[in-house]
């Protein structure tokens, strides 16, 4: 059982987050046509979240390089949530294939969890599947400016996210004009600005009026990187 390190009031509710990273490839194993649009849902789509309860899915398939985590205080605030401390049951034990953390709160509040990775390896977020209140959802992410119609599913390059996380305003300037918040939960994919390490993912869940189990799958892909950068002298190995 996943604890809290501080107590919380007798009127918290409790919230699950599960979250998975697959190859993005596996997709076409699973989800119908239908369900590769926006916002779809489909037996595909619930196929894939039943084999990931059962750990039914190859390992083959499955990233545990990029395990989920709370956001520190600093960023919980830029974003317009209250900061978690909750541990997190990593997968890759006993058939578990989500890593899943469990934290009281209450109806109405935001957090903020983040998946990053140092990897050099299927560096790129082009799709998510989220479960909020509804069931699981296919988004791909996009771009879109303030104004547009909200999207559950966002990207912004990475380093303008830290810039303005450093400010404290990311969430109120930006990212909450055009995240839908829906069904409980929205994705904001951070794109690298080297472009050789991996993007990260930050997964904002609102508090429901009820224990609510909140899920996402993270897709990744191999970025298209050109190879002189790579192998030219002065490499971002070094």
């Not at 697959?22 to 489909?42: I, P, Q, Y």
């Amino acid at each position: 059982m996943l604890s809290l390190a501080a107590a919380v009031p007798a009127s918290a509710v409790e919230y699950r987050l599960r979250v998975v990273s697959v190859e993005d490839k596996a997709m076409g194993g699973f989800l119908t046509a239908a369900e590769f649009k926006d916002g779809a849902s489909g037996p595909g789509l619930q196929k894939l979240e039943a084999n990931l309860d059962g750990g039914d899915v190859s390992s083959a398939i499955l990233f545990y390089d990029r395990h989920l985590q709370p956001a520190g205080e600093r960023i919980a605030r830029a974003y317009g949530a209250v900061p978690v401390r909750a541990d997190v049951r990593k997968s890759g034990d006993d058939r578990q294939l989500w890593d899943e953390v469990r934290w009281d709160g209450k109806p109405g509040e935001q957090t903020v969890w983040l998946v990053a990775s140092t990897s050099t390896v299927t560096q790129e977020v082009q799709r998510v599947a989220l479960k909020g209140t509804g069931p699981l959802r296919q988004f791909r992410s996009y771009t879109i400016r303030a104004g547009g119609e909200k999207i559950s599913a966002v990207k912004f390059p990475l380093y303008f996210l830290w810039f303005h996380e450093e400010r404290g305003a990311v969430w109120e300037k930006h990212v909450s004009k055009v995240l839908d918040l829906g069904d409980g939960i929205g994705a904001v994919v951070g794109v690298n600005h080297n472009e050789v390490y991996a993007d990260h993912v930050y997964l904002i869940v609102r508090h429901a009026a009820e224990p609510t189990t909140h899920k996402a799958v993270i897709f990744w892909k191999s970025r298209k990187i050109n190879r002189s950068y790579l192998d030219g002298p002065g490499c971002c190995f070094q």
